[in-house]
Structures are given as C-alpha cells and as structure tokens.
C-alpha cells in the first residue's frame, strides 16, 4: 500500500483512507458521461480499475466483488510485479467474440520497491465502433486508390496502345514501299526506334 502510518492517530488511520479509495472507485465505475469521440457518443464510463498488494491480493476494485481476491497469476499483475509489461485480454464470457477485457498493468513503488499494481481494463466491445470506423476508413481509402490506379494503368495502357499502333503501320508501309513519315511518341522507348 503507498501509506504507512506511522502512529495509531486518527489522521494516520488507514481505514478512512481505504474507504475513500473504494468509495472514489465506486462512483467512478457510477458515473455517466455524455461524450462525442469522433463522432460517436459515449455515455458510460467502461474502465475496470484494480489495486493490488505486492502478493497480488486485490484492495481496491471497480468492481467490489474482487476484493480480496488473488491476482497474483493473472498475466498484468504477475509480469508487473517481475518488473516486465504486464497486459492481458481476458474474455468475460469464453468462446464469445467481442466480450475480452484488455487489461494493462502498472507498479505502484514506494521507497524504490513494487509494493503493488494498479491495472486498468478496457472492454473490446467499448472500442469496436472506432474499430469499425477505422475499418471503413481504410477500405474507403483503399477502394479510391485502386480506382485511381486503374484508371492511371488504363491511361498508360492507352497512350502506349497508340504508339505501338503508329508504329505498327509505319513498318507496315515501309514493308510495302510506301513512304511514310516515322511516328512521333513521347513514349521513351518508341521514340528511341525513329
């Protein structure tokens, strides 16, 4: 814990000020918001917040069912208390696409020791409309870049269709002794054979 109380005095006590973190986190994970994020509204606060001790025993939760509990094996926690990145995904109901939990995780030091983690979650489904958005973004942009493309490899096809073309009855004519002048093209390679 990031307190240590130095003498059984009131102001020193931890137990008030364990209660003001769980009730600050319980109105936390209460709360309601109206937002506009790119467009798209928000309106309820979906960050899972916990607190562990060093042995990765929860203190404090969004979540109060989780106190008390042991973290110590979930992925975030236990790399984090190694000292490494700690994330995980966890889905909240298995087998069922879109209900994981993306959680990171990092130390609480005290006096230049992890004494703890603080880890925050973050449901999938929260961030899937941006995700779509972006999805659509991409394909919109990518469908206009391979119309533009083709149109500019049907231009070149074109342009070079014609020089050949010129080409093509300059040497018929000169084949059958007709005179005829050699063809102009601003295609390099055409243009080398004049």
Do not use: C
Request: charged share 25%; hydrophobic share 40%.
């Amino acid at each position: 814990m990031p307190w240590a109380p130095r003498a059984s005095s009131p102001t020193n006590d931890p137990a008030p000020r364990e209660a003001r973190i769980g009730a600050a986190l319980a109105a936390y994970a209460q709360r309601t918001v109206t937002a506009g994020i790119w467009n798209i509204a928000k309106r309820s606060l979906d960050h899972r917040v916990y607190v562990t001790d060093a042995t990765g025993r929860v203190l404090y939760a969004t979540d109060p069912a989780l106190v008390g509990q042991d973290f110590s094996r979930w992925n975030d926690v236990y790399r984090t208390l190694r000292g490494e990145y700690g994330a995980r995904a966890t889905p909240t109901r298995p087998g069922v696409d879109g209900t994981s939990v993306m959680y990171v995780a990092a130390p609480v030091v005290w006096e230049g020791r992890t004494i703890g983690v603080v880890a925050v979650g973050k449901p999938s489904a929260s961030v899937a409309p941006f995700i779509a958005r972006g999805e659509a973004k991409v394909r919109d942009r990518g469908l206009l870049l391979l119309l533009v493309s083709g149109l500019i490899g049907a231009l070149f096809t074109w342009h070079l269709t014609r020089a050949i073309a010129r080409m093509s009855r300059y040497a018929r004519d000169v084949a059958e002794g007709r005179r005829s002048p050699p063809p102009r093209s601003s295609a390099r390679e055409l243009a080398e054979m004049d």
